[in-house]
């Protein structure tokens, strides 16, 4: 039987070979969306999610996290689970259809009306899902979570593509939505045999650890749907439209590969949290393989910027350049924060993550209103969210360090490496900019990319397996991948290697 270590790894490989697809599924979408549809368009789905998103926050209990950390977690649990959430998700859907005129009214665009309506059914509907799911990540089966997960995505971005040919508007994103929720439900009693009834005869047990949960959920919308209500009501649906799709471009490479690794290590942590040295160690893999894979994925991203968006959204948005590059750097720091989340979720202690997430709202909300109200455009006010990160960056690893009885120059070490490759990389790319012809058209900015990212990767690999052999094959990603290779046949004769 595999340790836990190397099913954590395996799990790492399907998430993340998943959210790379589910990605890559929702970049075509996005491609192909943003030249059919205005940015206003993003813009009014994006007001009608904030108003989904606070609905749908106020009831992410975590019990799916509660069940994943529980390991003697009984099959009541899940019973109960299921029930809670089925009853908060059909009250949900009443008040948003309720209240869907107030909050039409407070942007002051009737189409959001419509669109709620139609999320009211969505929430409804995500209240069926058979909880039964959980399992795969519980019992580190993420091949089945693979399957899952990705079958539901292919289904709603095939839908959302084929309705924006047929609409070209926002409804397009809507019904895609409606149809991506419809088949998450039916797949998710036709991969797990569970069959969730009603039942409440878990709940203390549950809410004992989802109360923390819930209470960062909360924080969690104030950071993410916070600056799309200052956008949206402060400068209306065509710079909240910019601005959402700007971020979804920006955290392609730092979310999008940080995430499916994190909810992989959170299961590995809850089996281990028992023991220190094994968890410190388990840890400082994980945050040095996450740290090597997306650093310079999100350094490269601000890098180019400006021909990404020429070839990826069009001329419609060239303004969102100056946004990726500034929410680009943003998922840089977010990534050498170091993985709070599913480390003090494993060591119980979900009130720090609230508290963090807390204060990156507390001082970002109110900067970026001020910013605003000063006459700063968006590209400026998105700064505020930067500065955030960045002044918690210094307590937050402190914490880290401190439960899991380590220096800091231990976790330094497993990230310095990344973090100065990845500088050079850019200064490489930025000189190769600084020759090539201004961008102008589709074909000049393709040729670009097609110059600069070989460049980059080339640069960022060459100086990672330099420094490792020149600081004497120390452990870390490098070591890791070597020893997979090795143990798979792939590689023969390496011995030696740390």
């Given amino acids: 039987m595999r340790s836990v270590g190397d099913r954590v790894a ?13 990605r890559s599924l929702g970049l075509v979408s996005t491609v192909i969306l943003a030249r059919l549809l205005l940015p206003e368009d993003f813009g009014v789905v994006a007001m009608a999610l904030i108003v989904f998103a606070l609905i749908e926050v106020a009831g992410a209990f975590g019990f799916d996290l509660a069940l994943i950390r529980d390991q003697k977690a009984e099959e009541r649990h899940y019973h109960t689970a299921w029930t809670l959430n089925l009853a908060y ?24 009306e419509e669109v709620l309506y139609v999320f009211a059914i969505i929430v409804a509907i995500r209240g069926l899902e058979n909880i039964g799911v959980v399992a795969f990540r519980k019992e580190l089966a993420f091949n089945k979570e693979f399957n899952y997960r990705l079958a539901t995505k292919v289904f709603r971005v095939a839908v959302t593509v084929v309705l924006a040919v047929l609409f070209a508007n926002y409804w397009a994103l809507v019904l895609g939505s409606l149809a ?55 400068v209306g649906a065509d710079a909240l439209g910019l601005f959402r799709v700007s971020s979804d471009i920006a955290k ?14 959170f299961p590995g942590f809850s089996k281990i949290a028992h023991d220190l040295p094994r968890l410190r160690r388990a840890y400082l893999s994980a945050q040095g393989f996450v740290t090597a894979a997306t650093v310079p994925a999100a350094v490269g991203l601000v890098a180019v910027a400006e021909p990404l968006v020429w070839v990826l959204l069009g001329t419609n948005w060239l303004e969102a350049i100056p946004l990726i590059q500034v929410l680009g750097l943003l998922g840089v720091t977010t990534i050498l924060h170091g993985n709070r989340y599913s480390l003090f979720m494993a060591l119980g202690k979900p009130y720090w993550v609230f508290f963090f997430v807390l204060l990156h709202a507390v001082i ?15 590209a400026e006010a998105v700064w505020a969210k930067l500065a955030a990160s960045l002044l918690l960056m210094p307590p937050g690893v402190w914490l880290v360090c401190y439960y899991l009885r380590m220096r800091a120059v231990e976790f330094l070490a497993v990230v310095w490496r990344p973090v100065v490759c990845s500088a050079a990389m850019a200064l490489a790319i930025y000189g190769v900019l600084g020759v090539l012809p201004e961008v102008e058209t589709l074909g000049g900015a393709a040729a ?29 990603p490098e070591s890791r991948m070597l020893e997979i290779a090795v143990s798979r046949g792939l590689i023969r004769g390496a011995q030696g290697s740390a």
């Fill in 252 to 265: 392609l490479p730092s979310e999008e590969l940080y995430a499916p690794i994190m909810r992989v290590v």
């Fill in 364 to 378: 970002t909300l109110p900067l970026m209103v001020y910013m605003l109200s000063a006459g700063f455009g968006i």
């Fill in 448 to 476: 670009v990319m097609a110059v600069t990212v070989p460049l980059g990767a080339a640069v960022y690999g060459g100086l990672m397996l330099l420094t490792w052999y020149g600081l004497g094959r120390p452990e870390g």
């Fill in 10 to 22: 395996a799990g790492a490989v399907w998430m993340v070979g998943l959210r790379m697809l589910q």
């Fill in 180 to 234: 991506g929720a419809v088949a998450g439900v039916l797949l998710s009693y036709w991969m797990h045999p569970f069959r969730p009834r009603f039942g409440l005869s878990g709940t203390r047990e549950l809410f004992n650890f989802s109360r923390w949960v819930l209470l960062h959920n909360f924080a969690t919308y104030a950071n993410m749907r916070g600056p799309d209500l200052i956008v949206g009501r402060m």
């Fill in 89 to 112: 998700k059909l009250l949900a859907a009443l008040i948003i259809a309720v209240f869907a005129p107030v909050f039409a009214g407070f942007f002051d665009d009737p189409r959001v």
